[in-house]
């Protein structure tokens, strides 16, 4: 299995660069991990929301194939803990997924054509996160499941 990660817009943080990069390295020990940073619109400012949207779905659209599996994070999307989680990826692999796919968007949310294609919605927190963190925190969340689903030494119940 592939797992993508994609997201809109760059990391500016230099400390959250750093964060992501190591999970991103930590993760590709397990199985082949792609984090994929989507360039901001140009003039986004002049687009209206809706027009913005449909512009990033274009873009998001080029990394999806019809084997892909679509995941959103997504505040309406379902809350896992990180053992429920890990169960989660667990089963996905079991499943003989191909790729799988997680898309975190931009500041205003996904455009309807990408909620039609979706397989899954997933939710970080009911809590509102910055952009910019909440790659850094679904990173580090993902190589958790890995280490859970391997029994190592990270998670502590």
Do not use: P
Not at 39 to 47: A, E, G, M, P, Y
Not at 66 to 71: E, T
Not at 135 to 155: C, G, M, P, S
């Amino acid at each position: 299995m592939k797992i993508s990660f994609i997201t809109v817009g760059k990391t500016n943080t230099e400390w959250l660069k750093t964060g992501v990069l190591e999970y991103v390295k930590r993760i590709n020990h397990y199985l082949n991990f792609e984090y994929i940073e989507i360039s901001d619109v140009k003039n986004r400012n002049k687009l209206s929301i809706e027009k913005l949207k449909n512009t990033e779905f274009h873009e998001i659209s080029k990394f999806i194939t019809k084997d892909s599996f679509l995941i959103l994070l997504d505040e309406h999307g379902k809350e896992y803990s990180s053992e429920t989680f890990a169960a989660y990826i667990e089963k996905k692999l079991l499943n003989n997924i191909k790729h799988l796919i997680f898309v975190a968007g931009g500041a205003y949310g996904f455009d309807d054509k990408l909620y039609n294609i979706c397989n899954d919605k997933v939710s970080l927190s009911q809590m509102t996160f910055s952009h910019q963190m909440v790659r850094l925190f679904f990173v580090e969340q993902l190589y958790r499941a890995f280490t859970i689903i391997k029994n190592e030494k990270y998670h502590h119940k």
